[in-house]
């Protein structure tokens, strides 16, 4: 399967900062990844989908502005937390479509943790 | 819009019993219907997938589940559980027009006790 890989895998900041997630598929083209979050002991929850080229489609109750993603490339997209605060604090997943049917390929992960 | 429902939070259970981690599912259209496990502070790693053909799907680790269309149900199985396989569960729902998101239930916590 496509293999997906996130950098950094934890990051811890001071609120107030702008903190960069990469997510980046290494082997597959991928013009579609969507972006998760997932709080301690609950579920993943969609963010937003990221497509090539184009603006990334918002979750209802997801800031655009706050949130920022750039899918700049076939292989790279990038999710920038702007002006983090504590409570951005969490568990970010991304998934790509890697090619077999519907399936869904995900990162490692990125712990933020937002002092 | 679909919805998946996991009825269970957590499952206690004796290394080498058999578990059944139950998963419901709403939609109006056709879905996909995913398995996926995750560690503690690791990513998803995919079980089984259930996109047509037979109803019971086999995957990793021993596990299967079975896809109940009446019952709009996709139960999780393994026979023998092992201390290695604690770790979060979560059922997952996709339509079926590609590029789509996964909608998750809220996880099982799948406690192995030895």
């Known amino acids: 399967g496509a293999v997906v890989s996130q950098h950094p895998s934890r990051v811890i900041c001071k609120s107030g900062t702008s903190v960069k997630i990469e997510c980046r598929s290494l082997d597959f083209q991928a013009t579609t990844m969507f972006w998760y979050r997932q709080f301690p002991k609950q579920s993943l929850m969609l963010m937003a989908t990221?497509?090539?080229?184009?603006?990334?489609?918002?979750e209802q109750g997801v800031e655009k502005d706050k949130f920022l993603i750039n899918h700049a490339s076939l292989t790279l997209s990038t999710l920038t937390v702007t002006s983090a605060h504590p409570e951005d604090s969490s568990f970010y997943i991304c998934?790509?479509?890697?090619?077999?049917?519907?399936?869904?390929?995900f990162g490692p992960g990125t712990r933020l943790t937002v002092l | 819009a679909q919805s998946v429902t996991q009825l269970d939070s957590q499952v206690p259970v004796f290394e080498e019993a058999p578990v059944e981690l139950r998963c419901n599912y709403s939609?109006?259209?056709?879905?996909?219907l995913f398995w996926y496990v995750q560690y503690p502070n690791q990513g998803l790693q995919l079980l089984l997938k259930y996109l047509s053909g037979s109803t019971l799907v086999k995957g990793i680790n021993g596990f299967e589940a079975e896809f109940n269309k009446s019952q709009t149900s996709f139960h999780l199985r393994k026979p023998s559980v092992h201390i290695s396989d604690t770790a979060e569960y979560f059922c997952a729902a996709m339509t079926q027009s590609g590029n789509t998101p996964l909608v998750f239930g809220k996880g099982t916590r799948l406690s192995v006790i030895a």
């Open positions: 998934s790509l479509e890697g090619g077999v049917a519907d399936t869904q390929y």
């Open positions: 939609s109006s259209v056709s879905v996909y």
């Open positions: 990221s497509n090539e080229g184009s603006k990334a489609t918002y």
